[in-house]
């Protein structure tokens, strides 16, 4: 018995004093292990005499106990001393350089839109935002296209099958122009901002696709006249295609909203096979394109909004900022805007180091 209990003390300071689990392990196999000390010792209990083994087996087990439950509690200290070492050892350097080669770079469409933004910050504009999954009332409606109008079947609108909780007609918004109700109803007169964004028509080819971008303008003050609007579109051409020789002509046209309507086209002359914006399209070797919708805002639609027409007047636009991108950085099909190709983005993208400001200039170099 003095020779177990000077064993047993004998492994518990061997135990102990183990500075790996490798050597708490090869302790274990001697002392537990099939052949170890201790098993031997169980096995002897089988030869005694039932009284001899009533003594000893308590003993041997204590013993054994004892010795498996050190074990245990040194290797779960050395196994968090290994953790400890290493999440001391294993930091993350924050500091470290940015990789060598850029990995992205900007989509056209969003370089555009922060130029647009830039440009009309400058002007006094602020930036709103509407909903993409709109509400009839406000993507018609309140824009004078009530439910008989003509014009809203030249939208091929996506229409929701269900009403919303409300009983209203839902769809994806066919144009940024419900914004305008929402900015009006929002914030009141007077009122200067653009609105970019998504907008949904079930059209699709070379030049048209589901989904597009817009940005609409809308000014909300008083005694505002076409002139103005001339003024801000000239103003915001000339700096956004970097080119003081931009000429615009308006055309009387219809928009239901807008009374009068305008349809703005822009000069342009052929260079080397590509369009190349400037001048009057009425001289020679130039043309006029169409760019963009625009019009003093029809008092129905102030009135919708909650504003007295006789004290509110405005004007309002409204431009496809895909067509922009593809004007102004020479691209020719909107199709691959949205194919996700990496070759394409590599190509037309936009370092994010080219922010673009008024002072360093908004057109970024591709
Ligand atoms: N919402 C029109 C469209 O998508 C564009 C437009 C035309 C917007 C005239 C306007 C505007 O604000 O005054 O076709």
């Known amino acids: 018995m003095d020779e177990l209990q ?45 009284e001899e083994r009533q003594e000893q087996a ?68 602020a930036v709103a935002t509407g909903p993409e999954v709109e509400d009839d009332w406000h993507n018609f409606t309140a824009l004078n296209m009530p439910e008989s109008h003509p014009a809203r079947a030249m939208h091929d609108t996506f229409y929701f099958p269900d009403a919303d909780d409300e009983g209203r007609r839902m769809l994806l918004r066919t144009h940024t122009s419900p ?12 009122i200067r901002i653009i609105a970019p964004g998504r907008v949904y028509r079930s059209d699709s080819d070379a030049t048209h696709t589901p989904m597009f971008h817009q940005i609409e303008g809308l000014v909300i003050d008083r005694d505002i006249h076409l002139g103005h609007l001339k003024w801000t579109l000239e ?23 807008t009374e009068p309507s305008v349809e703005v086209d ?27 919708g625009s019009g003093v805002v029809n008092r129905r639609v102030i009135e919708s909004a909650g504003l007295d027409p006789d004290e509110w007047q405005g004007f ?15 691209m020719d099909d909107l199709r691959a805007f949205f194919d996700g190709d990496v070759r394409w983005l590599r190509h037309y993208g936009f370092s994010p180091f080219d922010q673009p400001t008024l002072s360093a200039g908004v057109g970024a170099r591709a």
């Open 6 to 50: 000077s064993r047993k003390e004998a492994a518990l300071q061997a135990v102990a004093a183990a500075d790996n689990i490798d050597a708490v392990e090869s302790l274990r196999v001697e002392a537990l292990g099939k052949q170890g000390w201790v098993s031997q010792l169980l096995k002897t209990l089988g030869q005694m005499s039932p």
């Open 58 to 125: 308590p003993v041997i087990q204590a013993a054994r106990t004892e010795i498996a439950d050190a074990i245990a509690g040194r290797k779960e200290a050395l196994e968090s001393a290994v953790l400890e070492a290493q999440l001391v050892s294993d930091t993350l350097d924050l500091t470290l350089p940015a990789p060598e080669a850029p990995q992205g770079t900007v989509h056209p469409v969003s370089q555009v839109m922060d130029e647009l933004a830039e440009i009309f910050a400058d002007m006094g504009f």
């Open 179 to 190: 914004v305008q109700i929402r900015s009006m109803m929002g914030q009141g007169a007077p």
């Open 235 to 257: 103003t915001f051409l000339k700096a956004f295609f970097e080119r003081e020789d931009i000429v615009l002509r308006l055309r009387p046209s219809y928009f239901p909203f």
């Open 266 to 292: 822009v000069g342009f002359a052929i260079e080397k096979g590509r369009r190349v914006l400037g001048g009057d399209g009425d001289a020679p070797g130039h043309a006029w394109m169409e760019l963009l």
């Open 316 to 330: 309002a636009f409204g431009v496809g900022v895909d067509r922009l991108a593809m004007l102004k950085y020479a």
